[in-house]
């Protein structure tokens, strides 16, 4: 099956808000990063319910494209959940730790690309 990472990426978005994530945005690292396209933010209120979105995430994402993260990252903490398919990288946060973090500002060359 043929997909893009911008297939990938919408698809992410949908899902993230299927499972009411929150403030999901997304950044074009194209011109700025050469390990990946699109590096997508969002967080919830509490760890149980970022990893109930990254389940999501990845279940959505197998059934749509078939294919797994090449990996994933913090899970079982919940604070910074990290999901690696390549050419988009999502991360889910808690509150205090996207707030801690601010991947948005770090990032800030990047195009902004707001969530859907």
Known sequence: ???????????????????????A??????ELAGYTDYFIICHTDIEKQAQAVAHHIENGIRESFGIKPYSME??????????????????????????Y????KLWAGAFFLPGE
């Open 1 to 23: 099956m043929e997909f893009t990472a911008e297939q990938i990426k919408e698809k992410i978005l949908i899902l993230i808000n299927e499972k009411q994530g929150k403030d």
């Open 25 to 30: 945005s997304c950044l074009d690292l194209k």
């Open 101 to 104: 973090y601010n991947l948005e």
């Open 74 to 99: 913090g899970f079982s903490n919940g604070k910074w959940i990290l999901i690696d398919y390549i050419d988009v990288i999502c991360h889910i946060f808690i509150k205090e730790s996207r707030d």
